[in-house]
């Protein structure tokens, strides 16, 4: 990685177990993914397919064939499958996802109102096909989730068998692990590490400011959600003390 003349931290090749980096598409064309990939595919672990993109997106095919060859995850919003799941068409939705040949989805309740028992349904049914990546937290401002309320989800959904939780930031980053402002509520972000473990959290982290404090509070193997594809790479360099916010990672680094 790099010239190779600086001592820098050490980060795992793919298949990664941590620090793995979460890209947010928006609507990307697939030539775009292909220069994505092709500069920093190296970097990136998931690709999910935000909203309800990936159900109108007509280069998804060949997107996903780009994903497979650089051995990036393809990752369905949660809240395509929320909205299927209210209309009672959930089945319909996994099925469809499976035939497109996505690798993953997300469950997430945090658009339409889900009992918790039936998300954990949910996580059970997609996880006969699907890699699941389970969720917490709501995109309303207005009805945050209490800590004890974030660590006892997050408990159901690893036993009902997620393999990743993901923490609710949105894209704003304003919501669910962050307070209004953007700054993190380490409340929060301590009652998910305790429930799953660092290991097994993608903190979603749109804002370059939320990167930095979760790297310089966890490491550089922190799993970081929701990256713009613009930032993949700058992303990288604050995970190598490459960057001010990060540099003391590098700074006088011994050989």
Same mark, same amino acid.
């Given at each position: 990685?790099?010239?190779?003349?600086? $001592?820098?931290?050490?980060?795992?090749?793919?298949?990664?177990? $941590?620090?793995?980096?979460?890209?947010?598409?928006?609507?990307?064309?697939?030539?775009?993914?292909?220069? @994505?990939?092709?500069?920093?595919?190296?970097? !990136? +672990?998931?690709?999910?397919?935000?909203?309800?993109?990936?159900?109108?997106?007509? %280069?998804?095919?060949?997107?996903?064939? #780009?994903?497979?060859?650089?051995?990036?995850?393809?990752?369905?919003?949660?809240? #395509?499958?929320?909205?299927?799941?209210?209309?009672?068409? =959930?089945?319909?939705?996994?099925?469809? =996802?499976?035939?497109?040949?996505?690798?993953?989805?997300?469950? $997430?309740?945090?658009?339409?109102?889900?009992?918790?028992?039936? /998300?954990?349904?949910? !996580? /059970?049914?997609?996880?006969?096909?699907? *890699?699941?990546?389970?969720?917490?937290?709501? /995109?309303?401002?207005?009805?945050?989730?209490?800590?004890?309320?974030?660590?006892?989800?997050?408990?159901?959904?690893? =036993?009902?068998?997620?393999?990743?939780?993901?923490?609710?930031?949105?894209? $704003?980053?304003?919501?669910?692990?962050?307070?209004?402002? %953007?700054?993190?509520?380490?409340? !929060? *972000? +301590?009652?998910?590490?305790?429930?799953?473990? @660092?290991?097994?959290?993608?903190?979603? =982290?749109?804002?370059?400011?939320?990167?930095?404090?979760? *790297?310089?509070?966890?490491?550089?193997?922190?799993?970081?959600?929701? !990256?713009?594809?613009? +930032?993949? #790479?700058?992303?990288?360099?604050?995970? #190598? %003390?490459?960057?001010? +916010?990060?540099?003391?990672?590098? @700074?006088?680094?011994?050989?």
């Amino acid at each position: 990685m790099g010239p190779g003349f600086l $001592s820098l931290p050490t980060m795992a090749g793919k298949p990664r177990g $941590s620090g793995r980096t979460h890209v947010l598409d928006k609507g990307l064309t697939p030539d775009a993914v292909a220069g @994505v990939l092709e500069v920093t595919g190296e970097h !990136i +672990d998931v690709w999910k397919f935000g909203w309800g993109v990936a159900y109108l997106d007509r %280069g998804l095919d060949r997107k996903l064939r #780009l994903l497979r060859a650089h051995r990036v995850t393809s990752c369905l919003g949660g809240t #395509l499958l929320e909205i299927a799941w209210s209309q009672g068409r =959930a089945n319909e939705c996994l099925a469809w =996802a499976e035939r497109a040949g996505l690798d993953a989805v997300e469950v $997430s309740r945090g658009v339409v109102e889900m009992a918790l028992d039936d /998300k954990r349904e949910l !996580i /059970k049914k997609a996880g006969h096909a699907f *890699i699941v990546f389970a969720e917490t937290g709501v /995109k309303d401002p207005g009805a945050p989730l209490s800590a004890a309320q974030w660590q006892d989800e997050i408990a159901d959904d690893l =036993a009902a068998g997620a393999t990743w939780i993901v923490t609710e930031g949105r894209e $704003s980053g304003t919501v669910g692990i962050y307070d209004g402002e %953007g700054s993190p509520r380490r409340d !929060i *972000i +301590d009652a998910a590490v305790s429930a799953a473990g @660092v290991e097994r959290v993608m903190f979603e =982290a749109p804002r370059m400011a939320q990167q930095a404090w979760l *790297i310089n509070q966890f490491g550089p193997a922190v799993n970081l959600a929701n !990256i713009a594809p613009d +930032d993949v #790479l700058p992303l990288a360099t604050l995970r #190598l %003390g490459l960057r001010a +916010d990060t540099a003391a990672l590098s @700074v006088s680094r011994s050989p």
